[in-house]
């Protein structure tokens, strides 16, 4: 090839790519990364910042190993510092150290700051490996495309426009039966779910439990798609949210593990411990107003656990299902007066059943109708106000704005025995004297 025929080649190449980057995008795709990555070292860089802003952070990476790293850092300079970061996150941390060395410092600061996510975000977690599929595209050109990753396994393909805007999601098994010339604009679920790069984890997990998708797509904040999340990464999510729950309800941080230092499980645990400890004390001294009853009637003493215990289960189960409720968004706190009712007549009806039980129980071992009546009208009171607390405590926490799966079962335990204890022995002292 003469010198003029590669000069020509070379400016028909500049306004194919300046002018054209989809249709580019879409040749260069089909290339060896060798040679694509050989083809843009051909062109000024200039020509080439609309292409670079178009494709798939997985591609844009493959070719970012393949060029001198002063030319990828003088090219990730000129990019907008998320695309620049879509690209860096599929390095190796010493092939991006050592073109981040490239940049100026006010560069080198933006793209760290656009690389690091919140640890439980979203952005986090996402694998960014995923390509661009365009609407317009066949399955032929697709598979061509496919076959050129045999390095990754696809089980999705995500569209999307000219801006790299999420389009649609197609199924690999639907690609592979189609006919080779019908395009994916045909094939594709329009309008898919996706989730922003900023979400937390119980975001993530609530969408997991409502489509019990296998991939989530992740998007910034114009929808362009940075990267998806994978079936294991969210159910090893899921499992993490529904441990760090057990752990906030009991007044333990979401950040302490089981082999946390010493200091810092004990400086996350001790402020919730000093509340429960307030609040034991308050049940305490309901039980210290009735002194004088039980000193008159010791058989009290003995079944005060009974009627307390009752009941913190009782409120326990009212307040798993109201948390469960809350989480995965079937109840919201504008229906707490549905809620609530609902589990006034379930505390009431346990109540009766459990009592009567336990009255038949104790009848038996005290030989006193009076003490049976007493410990059942306190028991069917102390589950019915257990069960309406469970059902109240995590709507007043999510309507004050705070996290309804913390520490709700301390104050839930003070609730119910406090209740338990009020209403066993404040009905023992209306009948104190029948039981002489």
């Known amino acids: ?58 591609y844009g990476a493959r070719l970012l190993q393949r060029l001198p790293t002063d030319y990828a850092g003088r090219l990730l300079e000129q990019l907008d510092p998320n695309r620049a970061a879509g690209y860096l996150r599929g390095l190796e941390e010493e092939e991006r150290e050592s073109i981040l060395a490239c940049l100026n410092s006010a560069s080198q600061q933006d793209l760290r700051r656009a690389i690091a996510y919140p640890e439980d975000s979203a952005g986090a977690m996402m694998d960014t490996r995923i ?31 000219d801006e790299n805007r999420i389009h ?24 898919p779910v996706v989730v922003d790069a900023m979400s937390d984890r119980e975001e993530l997990v609530e969408l997991f439990e409502r489509y019990r998708m296998t991939d989530l797509p992740v998007v910034d904040f114009e929808r362009r798609l940075l990267g998806v999340l994978r079936y294991h990464v969210l159910v090893g999510a899921a499992l993490e949210e529904s441990s760090a729950d057990l752990q906030t309800m009991v007044g333990v941080s979401k950040d302490e593990r089981a082999l946390s230092p010493v200091l ?22 309901v039980v210290g107003l009735f002194e004088n009853t039980i000193a008159q009637y010791t058989a009290l003493a003995v079944l005060l656990p009974v009627v307390a215990g009752q009941s913190g289960n009782t409120g326990a189960q009212a307040l798993a299902v109201t948390m469960r409720g809350l989480a995965l968004k079937e109840v919201y ?41 007493i410990i059942i009208l306190s028991m069917v009171l102390s589950m019915v106000i257990a069960s309406v607390a469970g059902a109240a405590i995590p709507i007043l926490l999510t309507l004050s704005g705070q996290d309804p799966a913390q520490s709700s079962s301390i104050f839930l335990t003070t609730i119910t025995d406090i209740a338990g204890f009020f209403s066993f022995l404040g009905i023992a002292t209306l009948f104190l004297g029948m039981l002489q």
């Open 264 to 285: 810092f499980a004990t400086r996350k645990r001790l402020p919730w411990l000093q509340v429960n400890l307030a609040t034991a004390f308050l049940a305490a001294a």
């Open 131 to 161: 390509m661009y599929f365009r609407p317009g595209m066949t399955v032929t050109e697709a598979l061509d495309i496919l076959r050129t990753r045999v390095d990754h396994a696809y089980h999705k393909l995500y569209t999307v426009d």
């Open 1 to 58: 090839m003469s010198e003029d025929t590669a000069a020509l080649d070379r400016a028909l190449q500049e306004v194919f790519f300046d002018r054209y980057p989809a249709e580019a995008i879409t040749l260069l795709e089909r290339m060896h990364s060798d040679q694509a990555a050989e083809t843009l070292l051909g062109i000024p860089l200039e020509k080439s910042l609309k292409l670079w802003e178009r494709l798939s952070p997985e």
């Open 168 to 191: 649609g999601i197609l199924d690999i098994e639907e690609l592979a039966i189609a006919d080779r010339d019908t395009r994916l604009a045909a094939l594709e679920r329009t309008e």
């Open 333 to 373: 706190p504008r229906m707490w007066l549905r809620v609530v009712s609902k589990e006034l007549n379930v505390g009431f009806l346990n109540g009766i059943a459990v009592a009567l039980t336990t009255g038949a129980g104790v009848y038996v071992w005290s030989q006193s109708p009076w003490l049976a009546l």
